[in-house]
């Protein structure tokens, strides 16, 4: 069983939805709880993160984190097609660190 | 946060050739690390480059096959040795700008597209 499950797509959603991508995991000891973005050709960018449980909000994001469930989802309201990339969920404890395998997003106009 | 530069950004290499990839950080970082991304899979980490010592190497990677220089603490370089097909992938040089190791300030350079023919 991989550390971190997340659902490669392709997601594709008209422009002002709003986007659920999430990521379930098997480890219950991560503590740290991130989402990257990577466009084409660039390396990932850190979006959010969040500590244990609970929600974070960021502008038109929010990072929702369920310990008990280890499930962990990024939400994107009123999505952009600047917002067209790739999502990685990772998550870590003490010093190992584990990436999902990103989903792509496309916005369409 | 840190801005770091890698070059070169794509390469196209016979198998059997070796090829350095250089990381650049425009401060000084006390963790940089290398990864792997191949399509479909999630980013691997190769090693901990440590500055004056030895990296450290996961698991699954070895020295020989993946040398790492950490002369400084804003220079890294990545060797890909005696490449095969299999070793075409992205790879990404990342450095962490937090107080302790948690992963969530980790920083990552634009990438090097290696293909290997």
């Known amino acids: 069983q991989k550390e971190v499950e997340q659902d490669p797509g392709p997601l594709s959603v008209p422009e002002g939805a709003i986007v659920s991508l999430n990521c379930t995991y098997s480890?219950?000891?991560?503590?740290?709880f991130m989402w990257y973005r990577q466009y084409s050709r660039k390396g990932p960018e850190l979006l959010m993160y969040?500590?244990?449980?609970g929600n974070k909000e960021d502008g038109r994001f929010t990072a929702q984190v369920d310990k008990s469930s280890k499930y962990i989802s990024l939400f994107i309201r009123d999505s952009q097609p600047s917002d067209s990339a790739t999502y990685l969920c990772?998550?870590?404890?003490?010093?190992?660190?584990?990436f999902g395998t990103g989903t792509s997003l496309t916005v369409i106009p | 946060s840190a801005v770091i530069s890698q070059k070169p950004s794509r390469d196209i290499c016979q198998r059997g050739t070796s090829l350095t990839i250089q990381c650049q950080v425009d401060s000084q970082v006390t963790m940089m690390f290398w990864y792997r991304q191949q399509p479909g899979q999630s980013l691997t980490l190769i090693a901990t480059?440590?500055?004056?010592?030895?990296?450290?190497?996961e698991s699954g990677f070895v020295i020989d096959k993946f040398p790492i220089s950490r002369p400084n603490l804003t220079f890294s370089t990545l060797t890909v040795s005696n490449m095969s097909p299999e070793d075409s992938s992205i790879y990404l040089c990342s450095v962490e700008d937090g107080v302790e190791r948690a992963a969530y300030e980790q920083y990552f350079g634009p990438g090097t597209r290696l293909t290997v023919t």
């Open positions: 969040t500590y244990s449980s």
């Open positions: 990772a998550m870590s404890h003490g010093n190992q660190f584990y």
């Open positions: 480890n219950s000891a991560f503590q740290y």
């Open positions: 480059a440590n500055q004056g010592s030895e990296a450290t190497y």
